[in-house]
């Protein structure tokens, strides 16, 4: 008797190790489980005109940044077009719902949240953006992305003198000079109609926010006081991010309210971030 007691005891003590070893695994589990179902993400199409239909192909469960030629790509209203005087306007009926596959990072790549990664969200943000428009889906590869940050932050530095909490325009800024895109635009808004509108043209959006306003139970220390993050997408009732202050923010669901809220861009001070304008950060390749 007193054998199987050790033996009980023995058994208990190694479960109970292996379940506190597995910890992150099992929570990983659990949120995928209780994770909203969202709309088939669809890729790029460099040869699709913003706001034009098409009808979407099967969807592809590939990750790493590979070509997306074969995914979903961008199906909007069969009467939307733009208009020449707004290259953001929609014309017709906005999609119940939208998922661009916007290829996701961390700002930490590799799990390493010391400087400069804390403070890379813009970094991170712009290459998602930029890796969308290059065709890539899935996750980019951390090295890739580690090397890509990097590079970024010296580039800030030597141009602004800083990477830290760069504005929306000091980041469209950087999306101009560094990325060579022509047309970025930053431009303000009221609604979560507003942000829709340019989803169903194509185009994913950054956003600068007061990063303790999101409430993300995955932020550390309730939040940093600024933060970007990407919207790639919408529910009926959510805006569908790739957020990367989290290693969880592949798909990261916010409520309407939630964005509108905490949209504010940098005011020079966290003291008055929450002050900050309400405006989108728009690439149109």
């Not at 006081?225 to 957020?243: A, E, K, Q, S, W």
């Amino acid at each position: 008797m007193k054998r199987m007691q050790v033996l009980l005891t023995a058994a208990i003590v190694s479960v109970a190790l292996f379940g506190y070893a597995s910890r992150g695994a099992i929570r990983d589990a659990v949120d995928a489980l209780n994770a909203p179902k969202l709309p088939p993400a669809r890729a790029y199409v460099p040869s699709i005109a913003p706001g034009e239909a098409v009808v979407p192909s099967a969807p592809s469960p590939v990750e790493g940044g590979v070509s997306a030629s074969e995914n979903y790509v961008l199906e909007t209203n069969p009467v939307a077009k733009q208009k020449e005087t707004d290259p953001l306007a929609f014309a017709g009926t906005l999609p119940t719902e939208l998922n661009l596959d916007v290829p996701f990072t961390s700002q930490a790549p590799h799990a390493n949240w010391d400087l400069p990664y804390q403070e890379a969200c813009e970094e991170a943000s712009s290459l998602m953006v930029d890796a969308f428009y290059d065709g890539k889906t899935g996750v980019i590869p951390p090295d890739r992305a580690d090397d890509d940050i990097t590079k970024l932050v010296a580039w800030e530095e030597e141009t602004f003198g800083y990477y830290e909490d760069t504005t929306a325009e000091e980041t469209a800024r950087m999306l101009r000079e560094y990325f060579g895109y022509r047309n970025v635009l930053v431009k303000p808004f009221a609604t979560a109609d507003d942000i829709k509108r340019v989803i169903a043209n194509g185009y994913p959006v950054i956003i600068p926010a007061a990063g303790k306003l999101l409430g993300n139970p995955n932020f550390r220390n309730g939040g940093p006081d600024y933060h970007m993050l990407v919207i790639r997408g919408y529910t009926p009732t959510h805006f569908i991010t790739n957020d990367p202050g989290t290693r969880k923010g592949r798909g990261y669901t916010y409520t309407f309210d939630t964005i509108l809220n905490a949209t504010h861009d940098w005011t020079g001070s966290k003291a008055t971030v929450k002050t900050g304008a309400r405006v989108m950060i728009v690439v149109i390749p």
